[in-house]
C-alpha cells in the first residue's frame, strides 16, 4: 500500500456549522466573516446534496458522492451497498493522522473503525455549548498532537437555533455567531501550520430542513490557507468538492469513486 511520509503532509482542520444558512452568516453581525472573506476564498452560493438531511450531505461532504450512490436517504445509517472509501480512509491509506470532534452522535459513521487516531463526542441534546466544549477539545488535541486532519462539527445552530428557534430568528443568528467565534479561535490558534476550512451541510427553513428550497440547498463556505486567493469569490461550488480539495492540499490520492474537483490552487 503507498503511504505518504508523515511530516510531508499539509494540515487541513474542516470544520461544519450545520444548518448554516449563508444570508444567516451575512446577517449575524459577527465581524469574523469579513476577516475569513478578506483572508481566504469563499462563496455563499455553494450546493448541498438532495435530500438536505444532516448525514446523508455529511457522507456526501466525505465521500464526494451523492446519496444516490451511497445510499444513505436520512439520518438512519445503513452499509453502503457497493464499498467507497472516504476521505477519512485515503488520508489513513496514506499514512496521515485523523481527528474527530462532533455532537451528533450518528455522526461516526462519516468515518470507518480504524481510521481515526483521536475522537471526541458531546451530546449536544443533554448539555449545553457542547460546540464550545468541543473546539477546547480539537484545539487540546492540536496542541499536543498536531494531527494532519481534524474533523470539527458543530450542530447547536442547526438543533437549538434553527428546529428550537427557527432558521433566520435571533437565536439561530445568536448560534451562527458562537459557531463563527469558535471558528476564530481555531484559526487564531492553528492558521499558520494548517488550513482551515468552514462548510455548513445544508441550510433551513421555518424550523426545518430537507426539502429542495434555496433556503435548504444553499450553503456557504470558506477556504483559509495558502492554497486559496484571498478575497476571491467562488462560483459553482458543490459538498462534493471539499473532499477532494482536502485531499488535494494534504497530497493524498483521491478514490476514483469521486465525482468533485479541488478547489485549491495548483
Excluded at 16 to 33: A, Q
Excluded at 130 to 149: C, E, Q, Y
Excluded at 160 to 172: E, I, P, R, T
Excluded at 219 to 237: C, H, K, S, Y
Amino acid at each position: 500500500m503507498w503511504r505518504l511520509g508523515y511530516e510531508s503532509m499539509k494540515k487541513v482542520i474542516l470544520i461544519s456549522i450545520d444548518g448554516m444558512r449563508p444570508d444567516g452568516v451575512e446577517i449575524c453581525g459577527n465581524p469574523f466573516v469579513d476577516e475569513m472573506k478578506r483572508l481566504g476564498a469563499y462563496t455563499v452560493t455553494a450546493q448541498t446534496v438532495l435530500p438536505s438531511v444532516t448525514l446523508p450531505c455529511h457522507m456526501s461532504l466525505f465521500h464526494s458522492v451523492p446519496p444516490t450512490r451511497h445510499g444513505i436517504t436520512t439520518n438512519l445509517y445503513i452499509p453502503f451497498a457497493r464499498p467507497l472509501n472516504g476521505l477519512f480512509e485515503q488520508i489513513s491509506a496514506a499514512g496521515g493522522v485523523s481527528a474527530m470532534y462532533y455532537g451528533w452522535e450518528p455522526l461516526r459513521d462519516v468515518s470507518r473503525p480504524g481510521s481515526l487516531k483521536f475522537a471526541g463526542y458531546l451530546n449536544a441534546y443533554a448539555e449545553d455549548a457542547t460546540d464550545g466544549k468541543l473546539t477546547d477539545l480539537a484545539l487540546d488535541r492540536i496542541a499536543k498532537s498536531h494531527p494532519d486532519f481534524v474533523f470539527l462539527y458543530m450542530v447547536e445552530t442547526d438543533e437549538k437555533g434553527g428546529h428550537d428557534n427557527g432558521w433566520m430568528s435571533d437565536a439561530y443568528l445568536g448560534y451562527i455567531s458562537a459557531a463563527i467565534d469558535n471558528v476564530r479561535r481555531v484559526y487564531e490558534a492553528c492558521g499558520d501550520e494548517y488550513t482551515v476550512i468552514v462548510t455548513a451541510d445544508h441550510g433551513g427553513h421555518d424550523r426545518s430542513h430537507g426539502s429542495d428550497l434555496p433556503e435548504d440547498t444553499t450553503i456557504p463556505m470558506f477556504f483559509l490557507g495558502e492554497r486559496f486567493t484571498p478575497g476571491l469569490a467562488l462560483d459553482g461550488v458543490t459538498i462534493l468538492d471539499l473532499a477532494p480539495t482536502v485531499a488535494d492540499i494534504m497530497g493524498v490520492p483521491c478514490a476514483p469513486e469521486w465525482e468533485g474537483h479541488s478547489l485549491a490552487n495548483p
